[in-house]
């Protein structure tokens, strides 16, 4: 097979490509992320390309539909759907890279005692004799005074009697339940995981104390087959060696971390006996390879939901032979078990005689209401424009991405992350940006643009508002907010707030009776609640009712590794909360149309 070579913007090694690949495959396959929401099907138009040099297959309709005259005439090509017909010199330009994102592992921490799970037993042996052949680990078991050890990991058991005596016959053993499942690792170590779409985070724990000694945060690999969840889902029904490579990938991506933490600790993996993992249904089934299909589909029905605790080895996850993987249990289709850690982190039962909610904003925004009575959790189709997408000038909460907007006498100023040159605006950015507008009055209650307000431009795709000028962004390029992303916020914002209202409906509450908004997850934790309160996302309570708690789903699966009474109460969450579907709720369409309009009452 013919193989041609791509030089980019970005590195003086080429890239090698087969003939009959797309450019995407090859970048993906040289380890180079672009960005992508439809998993390079050509519809979603992010993976743009500059060819430079050299010559590729013409044209496709899908990037004539996604791609305007302009670009077309720049050379701007979509990676996804090009292939090379000879080496080639291709820019990717910088909107288009997946950029080291901010990733959230904080998160507000509860004290709990650790319960151990794993236990660690120091043993020293008489070797055998003639007058005491028991089997060695007849001779082990013998010896361990928790009286319920019974059985051994079966691999480990084929290599027993080679570690006994390579010890000496002194030893430490690593015991989960009633089985050996480790010789040799004196310490006690697990890992917590919380597998998001999009962003991986890992927790290093001593199991002893329950404290958590390290964190990190990795994209999760599986973004390069789309950013969203329901490509994956389109992905993994194509063919079940479709689901195995997406299977593989967020595999990979844990291993990854675990090698990470492991080399930063200077530990083994083989230190890490248990781990336990927290994630949406969708990422939950992926993970253990289940099948999708049913999730993607009205009634979004899962495979299973209840815990499950298994032999990491079999997931081919990377830490001691022996050790297990728990995955905390899910609430249905569109709750996983990523909510059940928030609920269990949060303490969202506890002081509630008033409401408590419990809300994780992203592409489905999960919402959980506690009070004396009950607790009822619901999820509501928010979309991505929070994460960026469907904005014009939309990109994740990268560096030189847009944080946070103020309005002053007419003039936008901008904060970006690391204070670096605009490229374009993140989600908590575009959240204090139509705040902003609507409170200087650069739009109306409809959130129409009012084109006599300084900054307000009219461009061929309608009215937009510059927030930075062109000499100003380090895109060469003005970053604005167009008419269509003020519509897209409107419709995320709408479909939060009718979540909240109708979760408030089926407990019999109403918004007077909000006690506490607690928001957890990585965008939770940069938005200006002042903002969301000025759109109407959220309820007009006091300032001091919201909390910002950050990562509260990598706390709870923390809290499930170092205690067996977290484990339990995880599991009676899962089995009591009652799960509501906003879309078929009576009162859903009505709620949603008012809840599409700003705020008739300026907070100011
Ligand atoms: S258009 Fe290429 S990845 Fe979506």
Redesign the pocket.
């Known amino acids: 097979m013919s193989r041609f070579n791509i030089i980019t913007n970005l590195s003086r090694e080429a890239i090698h490509v087969d003939k009959d690949s797309s450019i995407?495959q090859a970048f993906t396959d040289a380890g180079v992320e672009?960005?992508?929401?439809?998993?390079?099907?050509?519809?979603?138009?992010?993976?743009?390309i500059i060819i430079r040099e050299g010559r590729v297959t013409p044209i496709t309709n899908?990037?004539k539909d996604?791609l305007s005259t302009e670009e077309i005439e720049r050379g701007i090509r979509?990676?996804?759907?090009t292939k090379p017909l000879s080496d080639l010199k291709v820019e990717i330009p910088l909107e288009s890279l997946i950029l080291s994102q901010r990733l959230q592992t904080e998160g507000e921490e509860i004290k709990v005692e650790a319960e151990p799970i794993i236990h660690k037993v120091f043993l020293r042996l008489d070797p055998p004799t003639l007058s005491d052949p028991r089997p060695d680990l007849t001779r082990v078991i013998n010896n361990i005074n928790e009286k319920e050890i019974k059985r051994i990991d079966f691999i480990l058991s084929k290599n027993i009697s080679n570690i006994l005596r390579e010890k000496g016959w002194a030893f430490t053993l690593t015991l989960y339940g009633d089985e050996i499942i480790g010789i040799g690792s004196e310490i006690n170590l697990g890992m917590a995981f919380d597998i998001g779409s999009t962003k991986l985070a890992a927790y290093l724990v001593d199991l002893d104390t329950g404290r958590t000694l390290d964190a990190i945060g990795f994209i999760n690999p599986q973004v390069s087959y789309?950013d969203d969840i329901v490509s994956r889902i389109s992905y993994a029904m194509e063919e079940e060696k479709k689901r195995e490579e997406l299977r593989r990938a967020i595999i990979k991506g844990i291993n990854g971390m675990i090698a990470s933490l492991c080399r930063r600790n200077k530990i083994e993996k083989e230190d890490i006996s248990n781990i336990t993992i927290v994630g949406n249904t969708v990422m939950h089934h992926l993970l253990l390879g289940l099948p999708v299909r049913h999730l993607g589909l009205a009634p979004y029905i899962p495979v299973l939901k209840e815990s499950q605790d298994i032999k990491a080895r079999d997931l081919g996850i990377d830490i001691m032979r022996g050790g297990y993987a728990y995955l905390l249990p899910l609430i249905g289709g569109y709750i996983g078990s990523d909510h059940v850690a928030m609920i269990l982190a949060t303490r969202l039962w506890e002081n509630r005689k008033k409401v408590r909610i419990g809300i994780d904003i992203g592409t489905n925004t999960e919402i959980a209401f506690a009070d004396e009575k009950k607790i009822v959790s619901l999820s509501c189709a928010s979309g991505p424009a929070f994460e960026g997408y469907g904005i014009k000038q939309g990109v994740k909460a990268v560096s030189g991405a847009i944080d946070g907007v103020k309005i002053e006498d007419n003039d936008p100023v901008c904060s970006t992350i690391d204070n670096k040159p605009a490229i374009g605006i993140c989600g908590s950015g575009i959240l204090d940006a139509i705040a902003e507008l609507y409170t200087s009055g650069a739009i109306n209650e409809k959130g129409r643009l009012q084109e006599s307000f300084p900054s307000v431009r009219r461009s061929s795709e309608g009215l937009e508002f510059i927030l930075v000028k062109k000499e100003d962004s380090g895109i060469n390029n003005d970053i604005v907010v167009s008419q269509s992303d003020i519509s897209s916020i409107l419709l995320a914002k709408a479909a939060i707030r009718a979540g909240i209202s109708i979760g408030l409906k089926e407990i019999g509450r109403d918004d007077n009776e909000i006690k506490e908004i607690v928001i957890s997850g990585a965008f939770g934790s940069y938005i200006n609640p002042e903002s969301a309160i000025k759109i109407g996302m959220l309820p007009k309570i006091d300032l001091r009712l919201i909390k910002q708690v950050g990562n509260a789903a990598g706390v709870g699966a923390r809290l499930v590794l170092i205690s067996k009474s977290e484990r339990e109460l995880a599991n009676t969450i899962a089995d009591n909360v009652r799960y509501v579907e906003t879309c078929i709720h009576p009162d859903f369409t009505k709620i949603f149309a008012r809840s599409m309009f700003l705020p008739k009452t300026k907070v100011e």
Request: include cysteine.
């Open positions: 995407m672009i960005t992508s929401i439809c998993g390079g099907k050509g519809k979603c138009g992010r993976c743009k899908n990037e996604m979509l990676a996804c759907q789309g």
